[in-house]
């Protein structure tokens, strides 16, 4: 199984970016799928999920109101939209696969893959 993920870059605070991820060697569409990030000297922490089709969705308090997960089955794609975004969204991205299809975890260690990460950064 394999997670590509896309989309990071550097934006100025107030603005917007749109990650992806694309999975391949597994059925996508029986996945519950993740969306962490990790910033330097931190650990790893949840920021939104998603079951198998779209029907349960999980996110941080600190993604509420500014942060949209989706997924589109038939691309085997994940996103992630990020709007108004502040100097503390900064981190690396990384989304996960979750085998268990219908419940969108917040728990890193109930994914089982994982995406090499993308660079999200934020100035001020």
């Known amino acids: 199984v394999q997670l590509q993920a896309s989309g990071g870059g550097l934006v100025q605070a107030g603005g917007s970016l749109r990650l992806s991820c694309v999975v391949s060697?597994?059925?996508?569409?029986?996945?519950?799928m993740g969306w962490f990030r990790q910033a330097p000297g931190k650990e790893r922490e949840f920021v939104a999920a998603?079951?198998?089709?779209?029907?349960?969705?999980n996110y941080a308090d600190s993604a509420k109101g500014r942060f949209t997960i989706s997924r589109d089955n038939a691309k085997n794609t994940l996103y992630l939209q990020m709007n108004s975004l502040k100097p503390e969204d900064t981190a690396v991205y990384f989304c996960?696969?979750?085998?268990?299809?219908?419940?969108?975890?917040?728990?890193?260690?109930?994914?089982?893959?994982w995406g090499q990460g993308t660079q999200v950064t934020v100035s001020s």
């Open positions: 998603i079951n198998w089709n779209g029907g349960r969705t």
């Open positions: 996960a696969a979750d085998r268990n299809p219908t419940y969108a975890s917040r728990t890193t260690s109930d994914y089982d893959y």
């Open positions: 060697g597994r059925a996508f569409s029986g996945s519950s």
